[in-house]
């Protein structure tokens, strides 16, 4: 998934009373409180407007931004402003508020074997991006990491991933909104000054969170020399 779609987009249709309450409404956006104030907030990333072809009075307005806290913090400045209510002077009917994201024509499987294939990417930022917050990590001693503990080791100036690739994903089982997946990857990287070739298994438990798969659980085997036979799976 793209780093645009990732990001936190909003429609909002507003039906004017009539074409004065529109165009104060037109007003109200190109003064110095309007739209300046919203393309100027933190987070915005774009805000377009529409007016409907067979109703010039119905207004929608596309916005994008980057997270949603960024949105909700611009809903509440407007809440607290009195634009909201001035805004509901002028409309025929509470507005149409709808949070958007993109369609997924990939299966539930076919999703998750894309977020193995980024797990095992040499840039581990990359894999980041479908953990959690609240994602727990657990490696062979069966000491847990944080996300934000597994980033700072992978940024540790001690450590240089040379390659990481997936070798086979093992087992893949969809349970609704959960998901299961072990799989098998080699990684070179330095530790040091001292060179590791590692096979390892993992096993991660995905969650579907607002149609998003993220990873809330991680399990690491200890590594294997590549030498070795590849562990067999039925």
């Known amino acids: 998934m793209s780093e645009k779609s990732r990001t936190h987009k909003v429609n909002a249709v507003f039906t004017f009373k009539d074409g004065e309450s529109k165009n104060k409404f037109l007003e109200f956006c190109n003064g110095e409180n309007g739209l300046s104030v919203t393309r100027s907030w933190q987070g915005c990333l774009s805000i377009e407007c529409y007016e409907a072809r067979d109703n010039p009075n119905q207004v929608t307005i596309w916005q994008e931004w980057e997270d949603s806290e960024s949105h909700e913090s611009y809903v509440k400045h407007r809440h607290n402003d009195g634009s909201f209510e001035f805004l509901h002077t002028l409309i025929q009917s509470p507005p149409e508020i709808t949070a958007l994201r993109p369609v997924n024509f ?84 330095n530790y040091k000054g001292t060179v590791n070739d590692d096979v390892a298994v993992f096993t991660n438990v995905l969650r579907k969170q607002d149609g998003v798969w993220k990873v809330v659980l991680g399990q690491r085997s200890t590594g294997r020399s590549p030498d070795d036979p590849l562990p067999h799976f039925d």
């Not at 998750?112 to 990359?126: E, F, G, S």
């Not at 894999?127 to 490696?139: A, I, L, P, Q, Y």
């Not at 062979?140 to 503990?149: D, E």
């Open 106 to 189: 990939k299966t539930d499987e076919e999703q998750v074997r894309d977020i193995v294939n980024d797990m095992c990417d040499k840039d581990h930022r990359l894999g980041m991006k479908h953990m959690s917050d609240e994602c727990v990590f657990v490696r062979p001693t069966g000491n847990p990491l944080s996300k934000k503990s597994w980033d700072d080791m992978m940024n540790n100036e001690d450590v240089t991933v040379k390659s990481s690739q997936l070798l086979s994903v093992n087992k893949l089982t969809v349970y609704n909104d959960t998901a299961t997946v072990c799989y098998t990857s080699r990684v070179k990287f």
